[in-house]
């Protein structure tokens, strides 16, 4: 072979090799780009995933320790339990996401409030349940409604399913305010009336805690009196400071020196049981009408004594349970929780609700969510639908007074055999009140 067919062969051997690794290149660009593109749809997959379990957080902005520990953690357990036994043990809300609880202690004070609130905000939680304290369910609205004007678009939703001060539906109502429990003057419609059909009460003394609450109690009682039994004298009306008495023995004597035939009080948490604790022990045997007057320590304190004395107006009954549903969701309760009692069944229906609305909407934006809740009409575990005014945001449902007793009761309160018996019955159509709210609607 010549120098020049050798060389010729050389070359045909270097341009197939070259062929070879252009082909071998191209393969591995072509398998390196397959692999790349199954690699982005695992990464997008895995983030679809993660942000279809991203859980729904709700903050529980309530008092976890002092005076009205035990009615904050309370309620928190009630919450948590209905977020877990309701939807979460049954895959979770919107295709999959668990619902979150999210504790905050503010101790019952406006200003430990605006601190937790802050803590809310920076993580990013944007919907808030609180229920204990007027004084500090007004400073959240005020302190939400600013925030909200402040920051379109990651607006925060207050849900008070306790907070009675009518204000919070009337002059200062919001947009971003739900309130899931009668407010004050329309359940002291409801105890006024069953006070003045009673013609052995010629008398009333009225004590309550000195803050907003404690306030209007006493103004409105007083009014509505006048106006339905002129001839029922107030003997005695006196506030005191809230979270602060620890014997109520000299307020409860002025109550005996008065002569009077009934008590009015709007006492909760720790000064119910202490005023429970000294009208047993002073012997006291009137009737006694209250808000709160039961569980958390206030039943077992009360126990005997206070049988066929103690009345409370409420929404939902205690005793009968009017339906199998709601039986259940107790029983599963006390098993989990022995040493507390479903106190407030208006916290499972708040939640009940929302969860409603964001599936409504597919949405958890409060805004969406607030749209939905407007005029919603909602059947409650017992059976009953609830609805929620549009005007206003304040819910409208059945109201009862019960008596404590030991007899026909099937659910008791502290484990103590003591109860809630419902005696009088008022239908949701007539607790429904006018309203002065003049709301401000954002626009989007």
Known sequence: MSIFAQH???IEILIRKTKKRQIMHSTFRQNALKL???????????CNTAHAQEAVRIAFLDPLSGAFASVGTSGLKQLQFAADYLFNSRGGILD??????VPLDNQNSPTQTQIQFRRAVSEGIRIIFQGNGSAVANALNSTISRHNRRNPGQEILQINYSAVDPILTEDNCS?????????????????????????????????????????????????LLKEKRPDIEIVGSELHPIGQVKDFTPYVTKIVSSGADAVITGNWGADMVSLARSI????????VFTFYA???????TLGADGKNMIRLVHNETSNPIPTEQRKEFIRAFKAANPNNDVTQPRITNALSMIVAAMEETRSTDPYDIALALEDM????????????????????????????????????????????FSE???????????TSCRMSRPSR
């Not at 009460?201 to 209007?216: A, E, T, W």
């Not at 404590?404 to 309160?413: K, P, S, V, Y």
Request: glycine share 8%; hydrophobic share 40%; charged share 20%.
């Open 424 to 434: 009088y019955h008022v239908p949701t159509e007539e607790t429904i009140v006018p």
């Open 294 to 300: 039961a569980y958390d320590g206030i039943t077992a």
């Open 96 to 101: 999959g996401r668990m619902i979150e609880i």
């Open 377 to 420: 009409r909602f059947t409650t575990l017992s059976g009953e639908e609830i609805w929620m005014r549009g005007e206003d945001h304040q819910i409208f449902q059945s109201l009862h007074i019960s008596v404590h007793t030991d007899e026909g009761i099937e659910f008791d309160a502290d484990n103590s055999g003591f109860g809630l």
């Open 280 to 287: 047993i022990d002073n012997g006291l045997d009137i009737p």
């Open 36 to 46: 790349r593109t199954l690699l982005l749809i695992s990464v997008i997959s895995i």
């Open 175 to 223: 947009f971003w305010h739900f309130r899931f429990d009668a407010h004050e003057v329309m359940k002291l419609n409801i105890l006024t009336d069953y006070i003045a059909s009673n013609p052995d009460i010629k008398s009333v003394y009225i004590i309550g805690q000195d803050y907003s609450f404690g306030q209007i109690l006493s103004d409105t009682s007083i009014a």
């Open 8 to 10: 010729r062969v050389n």
